[in-house]
Structure formats: structure tokens, C-alpha cells
């Protein structure tokens, strides 16, 4: 590749086009992607595990864009259902790039992260808000949300669903309706 000019966005974008083919973003695998040598990387990211957080933000900044867009006006269970299934959709066509974020450990060392998940959490809060009145029930609907998803990526990504009497889409929006009915009535 020829050599491009380096800036953190570049940096990142080429990290994650790593992700995406299988390799890890090591210093000298973006370096080599970029056309350069992996100490000018330094000048961008003090070391591999800031790259590595800059990717979550990154990737969380994206994701809480993308939900944005297409559940505005959503609200209520059909809203949450909706979130729940577009992030689930994403993050299983980026699978590998999932991956990488839910195994970096959460930490408030790298502000742009909190941030950048605090946007997310701020987004489900105002669709839990539309539904559940009280604040212990919108936390339980948000957990009970989270494992459904993150579970479901995980066994879906990983092809542990493999018998095919219900769809996983299927069953997945049906244990979230459920569910959520559940927490609504208590």
C-alpha cells in the first residue's frame, strides 16, 4: 500500500479494517497496513492498549449513530425491540469487530470510552423511559436487554444456534418481548 498521511482517524480505520479480515491491530500490522513504520504510531497512541480503546470508542460512536438514525420517533417496547434488533443486526454482520470490543475490559482510564458508552446507555435510557416509569424496573429491563443481546450475538456469531425450528431473529425478539412484558408488570 502506498504510504498515506497518518492521523488517528486513519490509524484507527486501518485497525479496523484488521479486525474485519481476522488479524489483530498490532502496532506493526497497522504500520504495514499504513506503509510505514510502527514507531510513527507513538506520535498517534501512547501504546497498543490506547489503539485498542480508541477502537471500542470508535466502534460504540458508530453503533450509537447508527441507532439514532434508525429508531428516531421509536418509543415504547416496539422502540426498544427495535433498538435491540438493529444493534444485534450490526453487530452480527461486524461479528469479528464485536468480538474485539466485548473483550476489552471496561475502564475509566480513556474518557473518549466512557463517553462514548455513555452516549449509548443515555439512548436506551430515553427508549426504557418510554415504557417504565420507575427507575428500578428501567434497570432491570436494561440488563435483561443487555444479556438477551450480548448473549445472542455471542451464540448466533459463534453458530451455537444451529436448529433451525425457530430462527434465531425470531426467537430472540420473542424472549425480548417477553421479557420486557414481564418487568413491565411487576
Known amino acids: 500500500m502506498p ?6 482517524q486513519n490509524i484507527i480505520q486501518a485497525s479496523v479494517n484488521l479486525i474485519e ?3 489483530e491491530p498490532s502496532f506493526a500490522a497497522v504500520a504495514r497496513k499504513l506503509g510505514t513504520k510502527s514507531q510513527a504510531l507513538y506520535s498517534y497512541f501512547a501504546n497498543q492498549r490506547a489503539l485498542s480503546y480508541s ?3 470508535w466502534a460504540i460512536k458508530k453503533m ?3 441507532l439514532q438514525e434508525q429508531i428516531f420517533g421509536q418509543s415504547g417496547i416496539s422502540g426498544i425491540v427495535s433498538f435491540a434488533v438493529e444493534f444485534r443486526q450490526v453487530a452480527l454482520q461486524h461479528f ?3 468480538q474485539f470490543v466485548l473483550k476489552m475490559p471496561r475502564t475509566s482510564a480513556y474518557p473518549e470510552v466512557t463517553a462514548a458508552f455513555q452516549q449509548l446507555k443515555k439512548l436506551l435510557n430515553q427508549l426504557l423511559a418510554t415504557e417504565f416509569d420507575d427507575a428500578q424496573s428501567q434497570l432491570l429491563a436494561s440488563r435483561c436487554g443487555r444479556d438477551l443481546l450480548i448473549g445472542d450475538i455471542i451464540n448466533v456469531g459463534t453458530g451455537w444456534f444451529s436448529d433451525k425450528s425457530i430462527s434465531a431473529d425470531t426467537s430472540f425478539q420473542e424472549l425480548l418481548i417477553a421479557n420486557l412484558k414481564l418487568i413491565k408488570q411487576k
Not at 504510504?3 to 488517528?8: A, D, E, G
Open 3 to 8: 504510504r498515506q498521511i497518518l492521523s488517528k
Open 21 to 23: 479480515s481476522g488479524e
Open 55 to 57: 477502537i471500542v470508542a
Open 64 to 66: 450509537t449513530s447508527h
Open 96 to 98: 469479528l469487530l464485536t
